[in-house]
Nanobody, 127 residues
Framework: QLQLVESGGGLVQPGGSLRLSCAASGRTLDNYAIGWFRQAPGKGREGVSCISGGGSTASYGDSMRGRITISRDNNKNTVYLEMSSLKPEDTAVYFC????????????????????WGQGTQVTVSS
């Protein structure tokens, strides 16, 4: 059974940077597409980014494009989300999610597409 644990969140000043990690256990991540999502208080869950199982495909949502980079290290069973130039409106709980695929070349920022979710990590951007 695949389990995901997010880490790396915290309090950061506007303009600052964070690197979120999504660590997997129970399965190797090689054939899992991974998505990053966020949910701000009172708002729906938003797809931030995703990466295919092989790492060849990545996608970014409009709200953070140009300020984030998704990457994965399958040897470490971990996917990363590097975030920079953070804004107060980026404050949210950030989740990662996984879906197993036999072809490791696609991903999606649609939350309904994913099968396994982590518990989330809080990111607060404030001075």
């Amino acid at each position: 059974q695949l389990q995901l644990v997010e880490s790396g969140g915290g309090l950061v000043q506007p303009g600052g940077s964070l690197r979120l990690s999504c660590a997997a256990s129970g399965r190797t991540l090689d054939n899992y597409a991974i998505g990053w999502f966020r949910q701000a208080p009172g708002k729906g869950r938003e797809g931030v980014s995703c990466i295919s199982g092989g790492g060849s495909t990545a996608s970014y949502g409009d709200s953070m494009r140009g300020r984030i980079t998704i990457s994965r290290d399958n040897n470490k069973n971990t996917v990363y989300l590097e975030m920079s130039s953070l804004k107060p409106e980026d404050t949210a709980v950030y989740f990662c999610a996984a879906r197993w695929l036999s072809y490791p070349m696609i991903c999606s920022r649609n939350q309904g597409w994913y099968e396994v979710w982590g518990q989330g990590t809080q990111v607060t951007v404030s001075s």
